[in-house]
């Protein structure tokens, strides 16, 4: 990232500094597998003799606890949510992500915006409204989607312990059918993230399959993200040769 890019008007400082690292943003529904693939890519750069810092929603020391008080009381409203993890977000930016950038490393992100924009618009809220308040974000150097549908994602989010409320749309979904709500809001906010994908073209990175075909695949698009950080780039095949 040689110059920094905004979603929308840059926040208060000086930005006319280059920032060395690179900005890559891992996003997808939950249960997709995000977590694991970042640990693992983590590991892969590190490896590899990259600096790697890795982050994601509910992170920061300022807000990120708050958070996850306030969903536990399954009240929070999709306005005051989004002022939330705007707080979140923008103290990891203070705070991890850019002093890395500016360090020359990796920033690894599992999800940023693109969720909380996604969460937001199935949920009522005005795009507008929601596009305005993340405007501080950064554009990164590269978000890879991770692409799945609901069939396949079903037998994950079981296998890991059943239907989340906030994941299953709970907050604003009617009735008494969890399994309902789940798969309806699912559907939904997929076709919210593909929406997104194009919009902002994303590298969609087809989700289906083991954990090692999802990492070669992945491997793959952040040896080319990160291409001439260290002289040259990170080799595809180390440790494998990556899905096709």
Do not use: C
Not at 42 to 59: F, I, M, P, Q, S
């Amino acid at each position: 990232m040689s110059s920094p890019l905004f979603y929308g008007v840059a926040p208060p400082g000086e930005w006319d500094e280059p920032l060395p690292g690179r900005l890559i943003v891992i996003e997808g529904t939950d249960g997709v597998g995000r977590s694991t693939q970042v640990s693992m890519l983590k590991e892969w750069l590190e490896d590899d003799g990259y600096a790697v810092v890795d982050t994601g929603l509910r992170r920061s020391q300022l807000a990120g606890p708050g958070i996850e008080r306030a969903k536990r009381g399954h009240t929070l409203d999709p306005i005051t949510l989004n002022l939330l993890y705007a707080t979140d977000l923008w103290d990891q930016l203070e705070r991890q992500i850019l002093p890395a950038l500016r360090a020359g490393m990796v920033a690894l992100v599992d999800r940023y915006i693109f969720s909380m924009v996604a969460r937001a618009a199935v949920r009522g809220v005005p795009r507008g409204w929601i596009e305005d308040l993340y405007g501080f974000a950064l554009v990164p150097d590269r978000v890879i989607y991770l692409d799945i549908d609901v069939p396949e994602l079903l037998p994950r989010v079981l296998a890991r312990g059943g239907f989340d409320y906030w994941e299953s749309g709970r907050d604003y979904i009617g009735g008494n059918d969890v399994y309902g709500s789940f798969v309806a809001y699912q559907t939904q906010l997929i076709a919210e993230f593909r929406r997104l994908a194009e919009k902002h073209d994303f590298t969609v990175v087809d989700a289906r399959g083991s954990v090692t075909e999802v990492f070669g695949r992945l491997r793959h698009e952040i040896a080319d993200a990160v291409s001439g950080m260290k002289g040259d780039p990170v080799p595809a095949s180390n440790g494998g040769s990556p899905a096709p």
